[in-house]
């Protein structure tokens, strides 16, 4: 079956520390790839997305791009702020025409002044 | 233009009873899935509408229905409430006919059940 595999939480940093969240998966077919985030009393948002291997997907400073030989889809930024401060789901969705996203667990990060 | 809407944001019920869950979708959006949020099992997909038929359906029990109506608004329902069915209930919707993952999500109604 298809699945999400993510680092565990807390993660937790100090501001304008590098952020890497790794995620793996599993899938039967050739997914595209998520990034959403739940910031505390929010629903997921979309973070960024890659449809297809090598590509690289970014928003407000992070990134994540697609390895297919690793199958991996490790979310990056370079300099956190407490803002940043959130759950973070990698989720995976396979273009079967139906709007179905299989989450990681999420991982929760904490960033400090 | 109007986020998802999730209503009631709260609810406390005992077991054994039913509860219904409302989402109003961004207008113009006709795809409306339905996801559980637990600690343990993290985000776990329910079902999913699309212009008023199920076309996906997650590994839970029939106690979980869910329809959808002509003007894209959803309903889910869960009966004989269990507490395991404590959670927070997300609605997303999509406008897009084929998949391509990018949902819009409500902020969710949490169900306690007691």
């Known amino acids: 079956g298809n699945s999400v595999t993510q680092m565990e939480g807390p993660v937790t940093l100090s501001e304008e520390a590098f952020l890497t969240i790794n995620c793996t998966y599993t899938a039967t077919g050739y997914p595209s790839l998520f990034w959403y985030v739940q910031y505390p009393g929010e629903g997921l948002q979309l973070l960024l997305k890659?449809?297809?291997?090598?590509d690289k997907g970014s928003n407000k400073g992070f990134e994540a791009t697609y390895r297919k030989e690793t199958t991996s889809f490790h979310l990056e930024k370079g300099s956190v702020q407490v803002s940043d401060s959130a759950v973070y789901f990698c989720?995976?969705?396979?273009?079967?025409?139906?709007?179905?996203?299989?989450f990681g667990k999420g991982t929760m990060l904490l960033v400090s002044p | 233009k109007a986020g998802v809407t999730q209503t009631p944001r709260y609810l406390i019920k005992t077991r054994g009873q039913q509860v219904t869950l409302s989402c109003s979708p961004i207008?113009?959006?006709?795809?409306v899935s339905w996801y559980q949020q637990t600690p343990g099992q993290g985000l776990q997909f329910l079902f999913e509408?699309?212009?008023?038929?199920?076309?996906n359906k997650g590994n839970f029990p029939g106690r979980f229905s869910g329809r959808q109506f002509s003007n894209s608004r959803s309903e889910m329902n869960v009966s004989t409430l269990e507490l395991g069915d404590s959670a927070l209930y997300l609605c997303a919707s999509s406008g897009d006919r084929i998949n391509t993952g990018e949902l819009f999500f409500g902020e969710g109604s949490r169900l306690t059940v007691l």
């Open positions: 509408y699309f212009s008023e038929t199920q076309r």
């Open positions: 989720a995976l969705s396979l273009n079967s025409g139906y709007s179905t996203l299989t």
């Open positions: 890659a449809t297809k291997a090598d």
């Open positions: 207008s113009g959006h006709r795809s």
